[in-house]
């Protein structure tokens, strides 16, 4: 709901500005909103006026550092990033680019003189490399890729540059079928993996090796050609995909290389080593690690290769292991292997004794460094907060993104002695709004364990009043409820819109140990629920929270956790918002693009009567449960989302209108399994409130008549 009155100049009527690609022509830029808040009020037009902080980058010598920040525009249905430069030690930023296109994939070349980077090329419509002086004069187009360009990574010797391309799938159309028929739409499929994630798969990435001459990107060689996998992965795989040895003359990549059936069902990509000179590519793993190796990193002698292995086939969101491989020897270490929390972002030090990363911890995401020889590990830096990114400047020093459930990525440097901001890009507008507490509390769980949630309360929160309250459920279902800040399932707009959320890290979610991460899968409907049971009568027995109305809300398996909830609530749930949820387990199982997951999650399939942990999972699938059904119910969905497709949403709208149900459903043909364009967001957090607030508020009893409901 649109509760304060905006004043977006920006937004509305974008400026014209020259372009620095060099044309002379007059292009709309998107250029930062100016925004009025009333009453410190968080809304959805303002949750898009938020600068979007997705890169840092320090130059070579650590002095500077070059960051892409984005904002959106609400009238163009579209957002933009530019580069922007910050010296290390903070202060104002300095824009770097003025462009209709958005810039992305930093890289510092050339000694730290100029910045490459990815940007749309307007007379051909493809995606190239750029790149401009560390001043922002002297732009130069390096690439004229015909496919476009997804992702890239320069040699550090700038001689050559690894580069993923978009080519035709290797499935070829029978040509008789089609010989008098050029305005079909049909496509006949006779294999596995024929769309993945918001798309049908025509064309794959590949990786394509150049020379640069001149700051010119020659034309590019496949080095998997005839090859039919992908390299980088889809749909996330990008410049972490490569990684160069730091004489030039050797890289690694990722790829999975399996298709149809075998992909789908097998998450096991491996590391590849492609020699320059010789034109030969050795595999570096591949017995012993069935599951995903992915981010390599080399030691900066080269002589160690870092990266993260998950030790289970199928297993998605098994433990990450920190491996290092011994170049000469081929022999890999675990440096983790006494450590019981996912590595993330990994990045060595400039001497080669340490190797930083992220990781999630107790609810939080802090900076660790690990001693390569005696697997010590050191933490940096910590607190109430996500560390989304760590680069070192030095041995002592990094670079990082920062946010929490009060504040978007802003740039931090870090160190042992410290933390220090060193951008304020939301400053201005974080100052006019009222934000809601933050608190850690800790809830008994039914197996005797102890759940970390997160309880947020709403702005000038008063503990005297009565309150409505949200339980909110976590997707993935292995997904942290760490300190993220996100622009749907945002914590800050629920507690300005008058909520109190409990946001439980139930089990089956990383940073509290593997037992407790792995416990969910072959468990659907288990224990997890029960967690969410629990969490949901300890914020119910609050004496500020009106227990008579307490909503639950989720998206993906957070969405099937409502629905689930939906047919077990005993009265615990007077509304229920589910967006791109699962609904019907024995349906998901054949649906999902990435089958690796169903059949390890889920245990196997459903006509397998003799596998107990399948029959289980099935047996507690939502829709076994609509006869139970008695709360209203929101329900979201993208047309284009093929991870778990909108029918499962649409059979749960028309089974909750079928059962007399006070339902809604909101559906988007141009989303995925996220909500993207702003305008898109906006009207989801309109009707998101506008549901809630029917529900949860209008119907409230007055204060002094409500009483908290019994724990359960």
């Given at each position: 709901?649109?509760?304060?009155?905006?004043?977006m100049?920006?937004?509305?009527?974008?400026?014209?500005?020259?372009?620095?690609?060099?044309?002379?022509?007059?292009?709309?830029?998107?250029?930062?909103?100016e925004?009025?808040?009333?009453?410190?009020?968080?809304?959805?037009?303002?949750?898009?006026?938020?600068?979007r902080?997705?890169?840092?980058?320090?130059?070579?010598?650590?002095?500077?550092i070059?960051?892409?920040?984005?904002y959106?525009?609400?009238?163009?249905?579209?957002?933009?990033?530019?580069?922007?430069?910050?010296?290390?030690?903070?202060?104002?930023?300095?824009?770097?680019?003025?462009?209709?296109?958005?810039?992305s994939?930093?890289?510092?070349?050339?000694?730290?003189?100029?910045?490459?980077?990815?940007?749309?090329?307007?007379?051909?419509?493809?995606?190239?490399?750029?790149?401009?002086?560390?001043?922002?004069?002297?732009?130069?187009?390096?690439?004229?890729?015909?496919?476009g360009?997804?992702?890239?990574?320069?040699?550090?010797?700038?001689?050559?540059?690894?580069?993923?391309?978009?080519?035709?799938?290797?499935h070829?159309?029978?040509?008789?079928?089609?010989?008098?028929?050029?305005?079909?739409?049909?496509?006949?499929?006779?294999?596995?993996?024929?769309?993945?994630?918001?798309?049908?798969?025509?064309?794959?990435?590949?990786?394509?090796?150049?020379?640069?001459?001149?700051?010119?990107?020659?034309?590019?060689?496949?080095?998997?050609?005839?090859?039919?996998?992908?390299?980088?992965?889809?749909?996330?795989?990008?410049?972490?995909?490569?990684?160069?040895?730091?004489?030039?003359?050797?890289?690694?990549?990722?790829?999975?290389?399996?298709?149809?059936?075998?992909?789908?069902?097998?998450?096991?990509?491996?590391?590849?080593?492609?020699?320059?000179?010789?034109?030969?590519?050795e595999?570096l793993?591949g017995?012993?690690?069935?599951?995903?190796?992915?981010?390599?990193?080399?030691?900066?002698?080269?002589?160690?290769?870092?990266?993260?292995?998950?030790?289970?086939?199928?297993?998605?969101?098994?433990?990450?292991?920190?491996?290092?491989?011994?170049?000469?020897?081929?022999?890999?270490?675990?440096?983790?292997?006494?450590?019981?929390?996912?590595?993330?972002?990994?990045?060595?030090?400039?001497?080669?004794?340490?190797?930083?990363?992220?990781?999630?911890?107790?609810?939080?995401?802090?900076?660790?460094?690990?001693?390569?020889?005696?697997?010590?590990?050191?933490?940096?830096?910590?607190?109430?907060?996500?560390?989304?990114?760590?680069?070192?400047?030095?041995n002592?020093?990094?670079?990082?993104?920062?946010?929490?459930?009060?504040?978007?990525?802003?740039?931090y440097?870090?160190?042992?002695?410290?933390?220090?901001?060193?951008?304020?890009?939301?400053?201005?507008?974080?100052?006019?709004?009222?934000?809601?507490?933050?608190?850690?509390?800790?809830?008994?769980?039914?197996?005797?364990?102890?759940?970390?949630?997160?309880?947020?309360?709403?702005?000038?929160?008063?503990?005297?009043?009565?309150?409505?309250?949200?339980?909110?459920?976590?997707?993935?279902?292995?997904?942290?409820?760490?300190?993220?800040?996100?622009?749907?399932?945002?914590?800050?707009?629920?507690?300005?819109?008058?909520?109190?959320?409990?946001a439980?890290?139930?089990?089956?979610?990383?940073?509290?140990?593997?037992?407790?991460?792995?416990?969910?899968?072959?468990?659907?409907?288990?224990?997890?629920?029960?967690?969410?049971?629990?969490?949901?009568?300890?914020?119910?027995?609050?004496?500020?929270?009106?227990?008579?109305?307490?909503?639950?809300?989720?998206?993906?398996?957070?969405?099937?956790s409502?629905?689930?909830?939906?047919?077990?609530?005993?009265?615990?749930?007077?509304?229920?918002?589910?967006?791109?949820?699962?609904?019907?387990?024995?349906?998901?199982?054949?649906?999902?693009?990435?089958?690796?997951?169903?059949?390890?999650d889920?245990?196997?399939?459903?006509?397998?009567?003799?596998?107990?942990?399948?029959?289980?999972?099935?047996?507690?699938?939502?829709?076994?449960?609509?006869?139970?059904?008695?709360?209203?119910?929101?329900?979201?969905?993208?047309?284009?989302?093929?991870?778990?497709?909108?029918?499962?949403?649409?059979?749960?709208?028309?089974?909750?209108?079928?059962?007399?149900?006070?339902?809604?459903?909101?559906?988007f043909?141009?989303e995925?399994?996220?909500?993207?364009?702003?305008?898109?967001?906006?009207?989801?957090?309109?009707?998101?409130?506008?549901?809630?607030?029917?529900?949860?508020?209008s119907?409230?009893?007055?204060?002094?008549?409500?009483?908290?409901?019994?724990?359960?």
């Open positions: 709901m649109n509760k304060t009155n905006l004043t100049c920006a937004m509305l009527m974008p400026m014209v500005l020259s372009g620095c690609s060099g044309t002379g022509e007059q292009e709309k830029i998107i250029e930062k909103p925004v009025k808040v009333e009453d410190g009020m968080l809304t959805p037009e303002v949750l898009e006026a938020f600068g902080i997705t890169e840092a980058v320090p130059s070579p010598d650590g002095k500077q070059a960051l892409t920040m984005s959106e525009d609400i009238a163009e249905n579209k957002g933009n990033a530019e580069i922007y430069l910050i010296t290390a030690e903070g202060g104002e930023m300095k824009r770097l680019t003025k462009t209709a296109g958005s810039e994939n930093l890289q510092w070349i050339e000694n730290g003189e100029r910045i490459a980077f990815l940007r749309m090329d307007k007379e051909s419509e493809t995606m190239q490399i750029y790149s401009i002086k560390a001043d922002g004069s002297g732009e130069q187009k390096m690439s004229s890729e015909s496919r360009i997804e992702s890239f990574k320069i040699s550090p010797d700038g001689k050559h540059v690894i580069y993923s391309s978009a080519i035709d799938d290797f070829k159309p029978d040509e008789e079928l089609y010989k008098d028929l050029p305005k079909t739409t049909g496509k006949v499929i006779d294999d596995l993996g024929y769309k993945h994630w918001d798309e049908w798969v025509s064309k794959i990435p590949h990786p394509f090796l150049a020379e640069i001459e001149g700051n010119k990107v020659k034309e590019g060689k496949d080095i998997m050609a005839d090859e039919p996998y992908e390299c980088p992965m889809r749909p996330f795989g990008g410049a972490e995909s490569f990684a160069w040895t730091p004489d030039s003359k050797q890289l690694v990549y990722v790829s999975r290389k399996l298709k149809g059936k075998d992909y789908v069902f097998s998450t096991d990509s491996n590391l590849y080593l492609y020699d320059l000179a010789s034109g030969k590519t595999q793993t017995e012993g690690f069935p599951g995903y190796d992915t981010d390599p990193v080399f030691s900066p002698d080269g002589k160690s290769l870092a990266w993260l292995s998950m030790p289970t086939a199928k297993y998605e969101s098994d433990k990450k292991r920190l491996m290092v491989m011994d170049m000469s020897t081929r022999q890999s270490r675990d440096l983790t292997e006494n450590w019981d929390y996912w590595p993330e972002n990994i990045a060595w030090g400039k001497d080669g004794k340490k190797i930083w990363f992220t990781g999630y911890y107790q609810g939080t995401e802090p900076v660790f460094t690990i001693d390569v020889n005696d697997c010590r590990i050191d933490t940096i830096a910590a607190g109430q907060y996500d560390y989304a990114t760590v680069t070192p400047i030095d002592e020093n990094a670079i990082t993104l920062r946010h929490s459930m009060r504040e978007p990525n802003e740039v440097a870090v160190n042992k002695q410290g933390v220090k901001q060193l951008t304020t890009a939301n400053k201005g507008l974080l100052d006019q709004l009222k934000l809601g507490e933050v608190k850690k509390v800790i809830v008994p769980t039914t197996d005797g364990k102890e759940m970390t949630c997160w309880e947020i309360l709403p702005p000038d929160f008063d503990p005297n009043k009565k309150y409505p309250a949200i339980l909110y459920c976590q997707g993935g279902p292995q997904q942290a409820v760490s300190q993220f800040w996100s622009y749907r399932w945002n914590f800050m707009i629920m507690a300005a819109h008058g909520y109190i959320v409990i439980p890290n139930r089990h089956g979610v990383p940073g509290f140990g593997t037992e407790w991460n792995r416990e969910i899968s072959g468990d659907y409907g288990g224990q997890n629920m029960q967690d969410y049971y629990a969490a949901t009568d300890y914020i119910k027995s609050r004496p500020y929270v009106d227990a008579e109305h307490v909503g639950a809300i989720g998206a993906s398996y957070g969405g099937f409502v629905y689930w909830l939906a047919g077990h609530n005993d009265g615990r749930y007077a509304a229920l918002v589910a967006h791109a949820g699962i609904f019907n387990v024995e349906s998901q199982y054949l649906e999902t693009e990435e089958m690796w997951f169903a059949d390890f889920l245990g196997g399939p459903y006509w397998d009567k003799e596998n107990a942990v399948a029959q289980r999972t099935y047996a507690n699938s939502p829709h076994r449960y609509v006869d139970r059904w008695e709360a209203p119910m929101l329900i979201t969905v993208g047309e284009l989302d093929y991870r778990i497709l909108a029918s499962q949403g649409m059979m749960a709208f028309n089974a909750a209108k079928m059962r007399g149900l006070d339902a809604e459903m909101l559906v043909p141009d995925n399994h996220w909500v993207l364009k702003p305008q898109n967001a906006i009207l989801w957090q309109r009707t998101f409130f506008r549901f809630l607030d029917k529900h949860l508020k119907a409230a009893k007055p204060a002094e008549s409500n009483k908290p409901a019994e724990s359960k």
